[in-house]
Protein backbone atom coordinates (compact mmCIF):
# COMPACT_ATOMS: atom_id res chain seq x y z
CA UNK A 1 0.00 0.00 0.00
CA UNK A 2 1.62 3.24 -1.19
CA UNK A 3 0.98 6.38 1.25
CA UNK A 4 -1.08 9.21 -0.28
CA UNK A 5 -1.68 12.95 0.38
CA UNK A 6 -4.81 14.72 0.10
CA UNK A 7 -4.74 18.75 1.50
CA UNK A 8 -8.58 18.35 1.75
CA UNK A 9 -8.79 15.71 4.76
CA UNK A 10 -10.35 16.65 7.47
CA UNK A 11 -9.64 15.67 10.92
CA UNK A 12 -13.06 14.50 11.82
CA UNK A 13 -12.17 12.49 8.37
CA UNK A 14 -8.62 11.38 9.77
CA UNK A 15 -10.86 10.13 13.02
CA UNK A 16 -13.26 8.66 11.11
CA UNK A 17 -10.47 6.44 9.58
CA UNK A 18 -8.48 5.25 12.56
CA UNK A 19 -12.36 4.37 14.14
CA UNK A 20 -13.04 2.12 11.01
CA UNK A 21 -9.92 0.90 9.96
CA UNK A 22 -6.98 1.69 12.38
CA UNK A 23 -4.13 2.50 13.22
CA UNK A 24 -0.86 0.76 13.93
CA UNK A 25 2.25 2.20 15.40
CA UNK A 26 6.03 0.12 15.14
CA UNK A 27 8.66 1.68 16.29
CA UNK A 28 12.20 1.19 17.92
CA UNK A 29 13.90 4.36 19.43
CA UNK A 30 17.26 4.67 21.07
CA UNK A 31 18.95 7.60 22.85
CA UNK A 32 22.31 7.66 23.06
CA UNK A 33 24.32 10.48 24.49
CA UNK A 34 27.99 11.17 22.81
CA UNK A 35 27.38 8.20 20.99
CA UNK A 36 26.59 6.04 23.88
CA UNK A 37 22.97 3.81 23.58
CA UNK A 38 21.34 5.05 26.71
CA UNK A 39 17.88 4.34 26.20
CA UNK A 40 16.33 1.77 24.11
CA UNK A 41 12.33 1.88 23.70
CA UNK A 42 10.34 -0.47 21.72
CA UNK A 43 6.97 0.55 20.77
CA UNK A 44 4.05 -1.49 19.66
CA UNK A 45 0.47 0.07 19.62
CA UNK A 46 -2.83 -0.65 17.70
CA UNK A 47 -5.50 2.10 17.78
CA UNK A 48 -9.17 1.94 16.49
CA UNK A 49 -12.23 1.85 17.40
CA UNK A 50 -13.67 -1.04 19.47
CA UNK A 51 -15.64 -3.05 16.84
CA UNK A 52 -12.54 -3.30 14.58
CA UNK A 53 -10.46 -4.17 17.70
CA UNK A 54 -12.30 -6.92 18.53
CA UNK A 55 -13.07 -7.79 14.93
CA UNK A 56 -9.66 -8.66 14.27
CA UNK A 57 -9.03 -10.23 17.75
CA UNK A 58 -7.77 -7.69 19.57
CA UNK A 59 -9.10 -7.63 22.89
CA UNK A 60 -10.60 -10.37 22.57
CA UNK A 61 -10.25 -11.47 26.22
CA UNK A 62 -11.35 -8.60 27.58
CA UNK A 63 -14.88 -8.59 25.54
CA UNK A 64 -15.26 -11.93 26.57
CA UNK A 65 -15.54 -10.97 30.52
CA UNK A 66 -17.22 -8.19 29.82
CA UNK A 67 -19.72 -9.83 28.40
CA UNK A 68 -19.52 -12.63 31.34
CA UNK A 69 -20.18 -9.94 33.86
CA UNK A 70 -23.62 -8.66 32.10
CA UNK A 71 -24.48 -12.50 31.66
CA UNK A 72 -23.82 -12.31 35.48
CA UNK A 73 -25.61 -9.28 36.76
CA UNK A 74 -28.41 -10.48 34.37
CA UNK A 75 -28.46 -14.21 36.40
CA UNK A 76 -28.33 -11.40 40.02
CA UNK A 77 -31.26 -10.07 39.11
CA UNK A 78 -33.14 -13.13 38.56
CA UNK A 79 -31.74 -14.46 41.60
CA UNK A 80 -34.05 -12.55 43.74
CA UNK A 81 -37.06 -14.21 41.77
CA UNK A 82 -38.97 -17.32 43.02
CA UNK A 83 -39.49 -19.68 39.93
CA UNK A 84 -42.49 -18.69 37.95
CA UNK A 85 -42.47 -15.83 39.92
CA UNK A 86 -43.51 -12.58 37.95
CA UNK A 87 -42.77 -9.26 38.46
CA UNK A 88 -45.83 -7.04 38.03
CA UNK A 89 -43.98 -3.29 38.85
CA UNK A 90 -40.70 -1.79 39.40
CA UNK A 91 -39.81 1.26 40.84
CA UNK A 92 -37.18 3.24 42.32
CA UNK A 93 -37.82 4.38 46.39
CA UNK A 94 -37.05 3.86 50.22
CA UNK A 95 -37.78 1.88 53.20
CA UNK A 96 -37.95 3.76 56.60
CA UNK A 97 -35.50 1.22 58.64
CA UNK A 98 -35.73 1.54 62.22
CA UNK A 99 -34.03 -1.17 63.71
CA UNK A 100 -31.47 -0.58 66.26
CA UNK A 101 -31.21 2.89 66.93
CA UNK A 102 -30.62 4.16 63.81
CA UNK A 103 -33.33 5.44 61.50
CA UNK A 104 -33.03 6.23 57.92
CA UNK A 105 -34.88 6.48 54.51
CA UNK A 106 -32.58 3.58 52.70
CA UNK A 107 -32.95 3.82 49.24
CA UNK A 108 -33.35 1.01 46.74
CA UNK A 109 -35.71 -0.28 43.65
CA UNK A 110 -39.06 -1.58 44.74
CA UNK A 111 -40.70 -4.47 43.53
CA UNK A 112 -44.34 -5.53 43.74
CA UNK A 113 -44.88 -9.16 42.24
CA UNK A 114 -47.36 -11.88 42.09
CA UNK A 115 -46.24 -13.39 45.52
CA UNK A 116 -44.83 -10.41 47.38
CA UNK A 117 -43.38 -7.23 47.78
CA UNK A 118 -40.06 -6.06 48.36
CA UNK A 119 -37.19 -3.59 47.86
CA UNK A 120 -33.37 -4.21 46.98
CA UNK A 121 -30.34 -2.29 47.34
CA UNK A 122 -28.82 -3.49 43.77
CA UNK A 123 -25.10 -1.96 44.54
CA UNK A 124 -24.90 -3.61 47.73
CA UNK A 125 -27.15 -6.84 46.48
CA UNK A 126 -29.37 -6.55 49.61
CA UNK A 127 -33.06 -7.17 50.30
CA UNK A 128 -33.80 -4.69 52.56
CA UNK A 129 -37.18 -5.53 53.27
CA UNK A 130 -40.01 -7.91 52.07
CA UNK A 131 -43.48 -9.08 52.84
CA UNK A 132 -45.91 -11.66 51.02
CA UNK A 133 -48.69 -10.57 49.89
CA UNK A 134 -50.92 -12.51 51.93
CA UNK A 135 -49.22 -11.19 55.08
CA UNK A 136 -50.47 -7.03 53.62
CA UNK A 137 -54.07 -7.02 55.98
CA UNK A 138 -54.23 -2.67 54.87
CA UNK A 139 -53.18 0.17 53.69
CA UNK A 140 -53.03 3.88 53.09
CA UNK A 141 -51.34 6.66 51.63
CA UNK A 142 -50.23 9.74 54.16
CA UNK A 143 -48.36 12.70 53.54
CA UNK A 144 -46.32 11.23 50.77
CA UNK A 145 -46.00 7.79 52.01
CA UNK A 146 -47.41 4.02 51.40
CA UNK A 147 -48.17 2.41 55.06
CA UNK A 148 -48.38 -1.21 55.02
CA UNK A 149 -50.04 -2.59 57.96
CA UNK A 150 -48.61 -6.27 58.01
CA UNK A 151 -49.94 -9.87 59.83
CA UNK A 152 -47.33 -9.16 63.10
CA UNK A 153 -48.27 -6.01 63.49
CA UNK A 154 -46.22 -4.05 62.16
CA UNK A 155 -45.92 -1.40 60.06
CA UNK A 156 -43.76 -0.81 56.97
CA UNK A 157 -43.30 2.92 55.70
CA UNK A 158 -42.55 3.24 51.65
CA UNK A 159 -42.18 6.37 49.90
CA UNK A 160 -41.30 6.82 45.88
CA UNK A 161 -41.77 9.16 43.27
CA UNK A 162 -44.67 7.33 41.88
CA UNK A 163 -46.39 6.56 45.22
CA UNK A 164 -50.01 6.30 43.60
CA UNK A 165 -49.24 4.02 41.18
CA UNK A 166 -47.38 1.75 43.86
CA UNK A 167 -50.55 1.81 45.83
CA UNK A 168 -52.65 0.58 42.98
CA UNK A 169 -50.21 -2.04 41.82
CA UNK A 170 -50.38 -3.45 45.35
CA UNK A 171 -54.28 -3.45 45.66
CA UNK A 172 -54.54 -5.08 42.51
CA UNK A 173 -52.10 -7.44 42.90
CA UNK A 174 -54.09 -8.30 46.50
CA UNK A 175 -57.11 -8.30 45.39
CA UNK A 176 -56.54 -10.85 42.42
CA UNK A 177 -54.59 -13.15 44.71
CA UNK A 178 -57.66 -13.11 46.90
CA UNK A 179 -56.25 -11.46 50.06
CA UNK A 180 -58.68 -8.41 51.51
CA UNK A 181 -56.70 -5.63 52.41
CA UNK A 182 -58.70 -3.05 54.65
CA UNK A 183 -58.06 0.92 53.32
CA UNK A 184 -59.56 2.28 56.46
CA UNK A 185 -56.94 1.63 59.03
CA UNK A 186 -56.52 3.54 61.90
CA UNK A 187 -52.28 4.44 62.40
CA UNK A 188 -51.05 5.06 65.54
CA UNK A 189 -49.40 8.21 65.56
CA UNK A 190 -45.36 8.40 64.72
CA UNK A 191 -42.86 9.72 66.82
CA UNK A 192 -41.40 11.04 63.33
CA UNK A 193 -45.13 13.57 63.46
CA UNK A 194 -45.06 15.05 67.16
CA UNK A 195 -41.18 15.50 67.79
CA UNK A 196 -42.54 19.86 68.46
CA UNK A 197 -39.56 20.40 69.57
CA UNK A 198 -37.47 19.78 66.51
CA UNK A 199 -36.34 23.00 65.17
CA UNK A 200 -36.28 23.86 61.69
CA UNK A 201 -33.80 22.12 59.67
CA UNK A 202 -33.21 19.87 62.64
CA UNK A 203 -33.39 16.19 62.23
CA UNK A 204 -33.22 12.85 64.27
CA UNK A 205 -30.65 10.48 63.52
CA UNK A 206 -30.49 8.12 66.12
CA UNK A 207 -33.82 7.29 68.82
CA UNK A 208 -34.70 4.61 70.99
CA UNK A 209 -36.12 3.90 74.75
CA UNK A 210 -33.80 4.46 77.53
CA UNK A 211 -33.76 5.07 81.60
CA UNK A 212 -32.35 8.30 82.44
CA UNK A 213 -31.01 9.25 85.78
CA UNK A 214 -33.30 12.76 86.56
CA UNK A 215 -31.46 15.16 88.80
CA UNK A 216 -31.76 16.44 91.70
CA UNK A 217 -33.98 13.52 92.48
CA UNK A 218 -31.75 11.10 91.30
CA UNK A 219 -34.34 8.29 90.61
CA UNK A 220 -34.40 6.67 87.07
CA UNK A 221 -37.84 7.64 84.85
CA UNK A 222 -38.72 5.86 81.56
CA UNK A 223 -38.82 7.61 78.58
CA UNK A 224 -36.96 8.43 75.04
CA UNK A 225 -33.47 9.21 73.84
CA UNK A 226 -33.08 11.23 70.94
CA UNK A 227 -29.83 12.46 68.87
CA UNK A 228 -30.13 15.23 66.56
CA UNK A 229 -28.24 17.19 63.92
CA UNK A 230 -27.50 19.46 66.40
CA UNK A 231 -28.47 18.07 70.20
CA UNK A 232 -28.69 14.91 72.42
CA UNK A 233 -31.97 15.18 74.11
CA UNK A 234 -34.39 12.91 76.66
CA UNK A 235 -37.71 12.95 76.42
CA UNK A 236 -40.28 12.26 79.89
CA UNK A 237 -43.24 10.02 78.67
CA UNK A 238 -45.33 10.84 81.61
CA UNK A 239 -45.20 14.80 81.58
CA UNK A 240 -44.77 14.55 77.66
CA UNK A 241 -41.95 16.95 77.47
CA UNK A 242 -38.08 17.26 77.45
CA UNK A 243 -36.95 16.92 80.38
CA UNK A 244 -32.81 16.74 79.41
CA UNK A 245 -31.40 18.82 76.40
CA UNK A 246 -27.98 19.44 75.26
CA UNK A 247 -26.39 20.66 72.12
CA UNK A 248 -23.75 18.60 70.48
CA UNK A 249 -21.49 21.34 71.15
CA UNK A 250 -21.18 21.17 74.96
CA UNK A 251 -20.71 17.38 74.68
CA UNK A 252 -16.82 16.25 75.42
CA UNK A 253 -17.68 12.35 75.52
CA UNK A 254 -19.41 8.71 76.35
CA UNK A 255 -18.76 5.61 78.41
CA UNK A 256 -20.71 2.95 79.00
CA UNK A 257 -20.11 1.28 82.26
CA UNK A 258 -22.06 -2.19 83.71
CA UNK A 259 -23.60 -1.05 87.96
CA UNK A 260 -26.45 -1.64 89.96
CA UNK A 261 -29.74 1.02 89.11
CA UNK A 262 -31.28 -0.12 92.61
CA UNK A 263 -31.26 -2.76 95.07
CA UNK A 264 -33.27 -4.74 92.78
CA UNK A 265 -31.77 -3.95 89.09
CA UNK A 266 -28.46 -4.80 88.99
CA UNK A 267 -25.33 -5.28 86.46
CA UNK A 268 -26.90 -3.10 83.85
CA UNK A 269 -25.59 -1.28 81.21
CA UNK A 270 -25.29 2.82 82.07
CA UNK A 271 -24.33 5.39 79.28
CA UNK A 272 -22.66 8.12 80.76
CA UNK A 273 -22.46 11.38 78.60
CA UNK A 274 -19.91 14.01 80.00
CA UNK A 275 -20.79 17.08 79.24
CA UNK A 276 -19.76 21.17 79.75
CA UNK A 277 -22.04 23.03 82.33
CA UNK A 278 -19.97 25.76 83.17
CA UNK A 279 -18.05 25.97 85.48
CA UNK A 280 -17.90 22.48 85.67
CA UNK A 281 -18.46 19.32 83.87
CA UNK A 282 -21.17 17.44 84.28
CA UNK A 283 -22.69 13.54 83.46
CA UNK A 284 -25.84 12.80 82.47
CA UNK A 285 -26.67 8.73 82.40
CA UNK A 286 -28.86 6.64 80.55
CA UNK A 287 -29.36 3.25 81.07
CA UNK A 288 -31.31 0.76 78.12
CA UNK A 289 -31.01 -2.06 74.89
CA UNK A 290 -27.75 -1.32 73.08
CA UNK A 291 -25.74 1.67 75.43
CA UNK A 292 -22.72 0.59 73.29
CA UNK A 293 -24.11 1.27 70.17
CA UNK A 294 -25.19 5.10 71.83
CA UNK A 295 -21.10 5.46 72.81
CA UNK A 296 -19.81 4.77 69.16
CA UNK A 297 -22.95 6.73 67.39
CA UNK A 298 -21.98 9.79 69.75
CA UNK A 299 -18.11 9.05 69.39
CA UNK A 300 -18.42 9.40 65.61
CA UNK A 301 -20.65 12.80 66.01
CA UNK A 302 -17.80 13.99 68.56
CA UNK A 303 -14.63 13.11 65.60
CA UNK A 304 -16.96 14.61 63.24
CA UNK A 305 -17.41 17.74 64.77
CA UNK A 306 -13.55 18.65 65.62
CA UNK A 307 -12.52 18.22 62.12
CA UNK A 308 -11.11 21.06 60.25
CA UNK A 309 -12.06 22.09 56.48
CA UNK A 310 -10.84 25.23 54.63
CA UNK A 311 -13.65 26.74 52.75
CA UNK A 312 -13.42 26.32 48.40
CA UNK A 313 -13.82 29.83 47.82
CA UNK A 314 -11.12 31.87 50.09
CA UNK A 315 -9.07 29.18 51.44
CA UNK A 316 -9.71 29.74 55.18
CA UNK A 317 -9.34 26.93 57.74
CA UNK A 318 -12.87 26.58 59.68
CA UNK A 319 -14.87 24.25 61.60
CA UNK A 320 -16.32 21.16 59.55
CA UNK A 321 -19.70 21.70 60.60
CA UNK A 322 -19.65 25.35 60.98
CA UNK A 323 -18.54 25.21 57.45
CA UNK A 324 -22.14 23.14 56.58
CA UNK A 325 -24.19 25.00 58.65
CA UNK A 326 -23.70 28.12 58.53
CA UNK A 327 -21.14 29.02 55.68
CA UNK A 328 -17.71 31.23 55.68
CA UNK A 329 -17.55 34.00 58.31
CA UNK A 330 -14.72 35.55 55.74
CA UNK A 331 -15.70 35.59 52.80
CA UNK A 332 -19.85 34.36 53.15
CA UNK A 333 -19.71 31.24 51.21
CA UNK A 334 -22.85 29.08 51.47
CA UNK A 335 -22.64 25.09 51.09
CA UNK A 336 -25.16 24.63 47.73
CA UNK A 337 -27.19 22.73 49.90
CA UNK A 338 -27.79 25.47 51.90
CA UNK A 339 -28.23 27.86 48.95
CA UNK A 340 -30.71 25.93 47.57
CA UNK A 341 -33.13 25.25 50.60
CA UNK A 342 -33.11 29.29 51.46
CA UNK A 343 -34.51 29.23 47.62
CA UNK A 344 -37.15 26.70 47.96
CA UNK A 345 -38.21 28.53 50.94
CA UNK A 346 -38.29 31.99 49.25
CA UNK A 347 -40.35 30.30 46.31
CA UNK A 348 -42.79 28.98 48.83
CA UNK A 349 -43.03 31.91 51.03
Not at 213 to 220: F, G, H, N, T, Y
Not at 250 to 262: A, I, P
Not at 269 to 287: C, G, L, T
Request: proline fraction near 4%.
Amino acid sequence: MEPTRDSRITLVDLLDRILDKGLVISADIIISVAGIPLIGVNLRAALAGMETMIKYGVMKDWDEKLRSRAAGEITREEIFLLPGEKVLLEIPGSFFHTEGIYVAWRYGQIYLTDRRLFIRHREFNEVMFQTPLNEITGLLVRDGALYLVLADGRIARLRSPGIEKLETAVKEATGEAGFFVDENIDLPIYEGEVLDFLSEGETVTHRGKAWHLVSPEKIWKPGRIYITNRRLCWWYDFEKRLAFDLPMERVLGSTVEVRDLSPALKKERVFDVIYEASPERKIASFSGEKMYEWERALGRIISFRERTETCPRCGKTANLLELLEKGCGNCGWVSPVKDRKKQRIKIAT
